[in-house]
Each structure stands twice: as structure tokens, then as C-alpha cells.
């Protein structure tokens, strides 16, 4: 059972892990038995998730690359392939969000988000596949979001790009499946991240944001996730243990999705 679950000697590459989530998930898949390369658009970010990693003992590959940039994910993903091998699994799980009312969001920053979350996986995607394909296969992660089932004020953008997400992952599975390649997506609930701390910020008299007392009357587990939360959910996704699970969105989310939310 436990070589099911182990991922020894494959290679991984998490993209904006310098913290938060794409950061757990790294080093749960390392624990796991993972080699590590991680991206980020900035270099101090880099540098602090460098340290990160050594501090959780885990010797992590960094480079600077933005994924929406198609030629530079290549020569990243050649230069990873000279110093640490071709990569066996990727995670899709750099992202942004913007919260503007629909009718005040410019075409602009629609097309940042959607840039950065939807077509980002997608150019990595398409980095990752052709190697994948001469090695015999290998495993794609795309870090989806509640609002790939479910809108709400302000997302139009993030709900617009992470519901793509969902599909993209569906047509990679569809398409690559016949060449053992399995693409499935994680759906994490509302997780305690720098992404979601304006929605956990304290009131000026000390009272909990009214954001925070809403996703716990929404959610089951009655709490925020936690970024640690992901580990098992991204480990299971990237072992044989889900060779035959593809095209799948794995929600973890407290039973959110499942929930019609506590009575006031
Ligand atoms: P986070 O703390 O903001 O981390 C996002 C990471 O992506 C950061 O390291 C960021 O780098 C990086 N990034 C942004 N744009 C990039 C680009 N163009 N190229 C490369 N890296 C880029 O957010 P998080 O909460 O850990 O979220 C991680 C993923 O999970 C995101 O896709 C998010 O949408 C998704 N998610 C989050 C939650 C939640 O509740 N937190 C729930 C569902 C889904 P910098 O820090 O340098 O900007
Ligand atoms: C928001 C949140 C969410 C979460 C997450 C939910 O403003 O509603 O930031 O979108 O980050 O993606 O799964």
C-alpha cells in the first residue's frame, strides 16, 4: 500500500510555491519521495521559498519564470530538465485574484486573471505533455477553486478562469488519456493563505471579518482550511494510487460543495 502512495524519484514541478499552498504541496510531495522545482515571478519570493524549503530539509530547485510566458516556461522546463531530470508531475497552482464589482472591472485586469490562471496552466501544459509522452506518462494537477462550481460577488474573472480550469483539465485528460497521462484538479475550499488574508482581516473593534463568520456558517468542518490540508489530496492525485482516477476535480473544501449553509 504505501509504494501505491509513494512518489520516489519522480519529479515535480510546483509552479508559484514559494508559500502558501503550491509551498504544502511541494513539500508533502517531497516528503512523498518527490525531486522539487518551483517558479515565481520575483526574485525575493524566490529566495524566501529557497529557505523554506531548506529549513523543512529539502533541497528544492527555484527559478524565476512567469508562466505566462510561453517562451520563457520553455526554457525553463529545459533548464529543469538539465538539473533535475524531465518532469513526471506537475501542479498548475500559480494564480491571482481580483475582487471588483463586474461593471468596475476593466478588460485589463479580466485578461490578467484569466491570463495568469487559465491560460498559465495551459502553456504549461503544453510544455510538460511532449516529454511526458516519450517517458511513458505522467500526471497534471490543476489547483481549482469553489468558483469553478459556484460564482459570487466580485470573482467574475477568477470564477471565469478557475471554471475554465476545470474544463482544461477535463480536455487534457480526454485528449491524453490513450498515452497514460492522467490530469485531474484539486478544488480547495477556503483555505488561510496571503490570497484570502483581506477576507480574514479582524474588524477595528476586534470582531471577526464578516467574510470569515460567512465561510464558517458555510462550511461543514466549521474552519478555514489550512494549507497542510492539500498534502494527502495532491500526493493521492500524483502516485499510482489514481492511475485509472482522470478528468477528475478533487474538491476540498470542509463539504462546502455539499452544504446549503448553516441557518442564521
Ligand atoms: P498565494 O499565496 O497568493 O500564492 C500564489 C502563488 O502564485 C504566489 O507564489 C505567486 O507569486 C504565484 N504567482 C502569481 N502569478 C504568477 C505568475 N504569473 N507566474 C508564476 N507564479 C505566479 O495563493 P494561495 O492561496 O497559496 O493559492 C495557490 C493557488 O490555489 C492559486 O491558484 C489559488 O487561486 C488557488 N486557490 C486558493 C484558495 C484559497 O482559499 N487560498 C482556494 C482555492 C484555490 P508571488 O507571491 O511572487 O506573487
Ligand atoms: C474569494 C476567494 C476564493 C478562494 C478560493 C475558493 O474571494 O471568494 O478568494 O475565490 O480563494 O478560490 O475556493
Known amino acids: 500500500m504505501q509504494a501505491m502512495f509513494n512518489v520516489d524519484g519522480k519529479i515535480a514541478l510546483v ?65 529543469i530538465e538539465k538539473d533535475v531530470g524531465v518532469i513526471d508531475i506537475l501542479v498548475n497552482n500559480a494564480g491571482i485574484i481580483r475582487r471588483t464589482p ?38 497534471i494537477i490543476n489547483i481549482c477553486s469553489m ?36 490530469c485531474n484538479g484539486i478544488g480547495p475550499g477556503y483555505i488561510a493563505t496571503s490570497q484570502t488574508a483581506p477576507l480574514r482581516e479582524k474588524q477595528p473593534d476586534g470582531s471577526p471579518h464578516p467574510f470569515d463568520r460567512f465561510i464558517l456558517a458555510k462550511t461543514p468542518a466549521n474552519r478555514w482550511g489550512k494549507p497542510e490540508d492539500l498534502a494527502g489530496p495532491v500526493v493521492f492525485l500524483a502516485s499510482s494510487a489514481s492511475d485509472f482516477v482522470n478528468g477528475h476535480i478533487l474538491y476540498v473544501d470542509g463539504g462546502i460543495l455539499a452544504y446549503i449553509g448553516r441557518q442564521p
Request: aromatic share 6%; proline share 1%; charged share 20%.
Open 15 to 79: 509552479t508559484g510555491a514559494t508559500h502558501g499552498i503550491g509551498l504544502e504541496m511541494a513539500c508533502a510531495l517531497a516528503k512523498a519521495g518527490a525531486k522539487i522545482a518551483f517558479n515565481d515571478t520575483n526574485a525575493g519570493a524566490l529566495e524566501r521559498g529557497l529557505a523554506s524549503y531548506k529549513e523543512a530539509g529539502i533541497e528544492a530547485h527555484g527559478y524565476l519564470c512567469d508562466v505566462t510566458d510561453e517562451a520563457g516556461v520553455m526554457k525553463m522546463i529545459s533548464q
Open 147 to 182: 468558483m469553478s462550481e459556484l460564482g459570487r460577488e466580485t470573482v467574475a474573472a477568477y470564477a471565469s478562469a478557475k471554471g475554465g480550469l476545470k474544463m482544461l483539465t477535463k480536455n487534457i485528460a480526454s485528449e491524453y488519456g490513450q498515452y497514460n497521462i492522467q
Open 102 to 139: 463586474m461593471t468596475e472591472m476593466t478588460a485589463e485586469d479580466f485578461r490578467l486573471v484569466v491570463d495568469i490562471d487559465l491560460t498559465g496552466p495551459f502553456i504549461m501544459a503544453k510544455a510538460v505533455i511532449p516529454s511526458m509522452l516519450k517517458k511513458g506518462g505522467g500526471k
